[in-house]
């Protein structure tokens, strides 16, 4: 038996393999992401069913974020001076309940969390939103958020990444991870 030619066969036969599964890898992710398009589009139809109209368009990543560990202290730089806009890698922070705090450090979490989409936030909290009387969303955005922990003294909190959903009655926040 010709051993070179057996092995030519080989590879050959294995590169056909790989093409076969890499493009029905592929094909699944094509499939699913245009399952997830027309998901986002039947969300945004139905909004606009109950009344609510958008006049942005809703943003379509799901990044992985980690969770925040703030650490407020008073050797930390002062918040007087600082940009009324704090963010971590281009996602605001928004802090509640911590606005006398001399200032803070972040740390990154190790573990990375999956963002869900926003229309799937939206339509959770949409019956908040058809009894405050919510007639348009301005804009989606995600956000790092820190809820007020009823603490006065922490010196410690966690922010977690939701989706920020701004309305013409007020801003509402809804948890972004899966």
């Given at each position: 038996m010709n051993w070179s030619k057996a092995k030519?066969?080989?590879?050959?036969?294995?590169?056909?393999?790989?093409?076969?599964i890499g493009s029905?890898?592929?094909?699944?992710?094509?499939?699913?992401?245009?399952?997830e398009q027309q998901r986002m589009q039947d969300a945004v139809r139905y909004l606009e069913q109950e009344g609510i109209s958008l006049e942005a368009p809703l943003p379509q990543d799901t990044p992985r974020l980690p969770a925040l560990t703030l650490q407020f202290s008073d050797d930390a730089p002062s918040a007087a001076g600082a940009p009324a806009h704090v963010e971590y890698e281009n996602v605001p922070i928004v802090l509640f309940g911590q606005e006398d705090a001399a200032g803070f450090t972040?740390?990154?979490?190790?573990?990375?969390?999956?963002?869900?989409?926003?229309?799937?936030?939206?339509?959770?909290?949409?019956?908040?939103?058809?009894?405050a009387?919510?007639?348009?969303?301005?804009?989606?955005?995600?956000?790092?958020?820190?809820?007020?922990?009823g603490?006065?003294?922490?010196s410690e909190d966690t922010a977690l990444p939701h989706w920020g959903i701004f309305t013409d009655r007020g801003i509402y926040y809804e948890p972004a991870f899966q």
């Open positions: 030519t066969i080989l590879i050959v036969a294995l590169l056909i393999a790989d093409l076969f029905y890898y592929l094909s699944g992710l094509l499939r699913s992401r245009r399952e972040i740390t990154p979490g190790e573990v990375m969390i999956e963002t869900a989409p926003a229309y799937r936030a939206l339509l959770r909290i949409l019956p908040s939103l058809k009894e009387g919510v007639r348009t969303i301005r804009v989606v955005e995600l956000v790092y958020y820190v809820a007020e922990s603490i006065e003294d922490a």
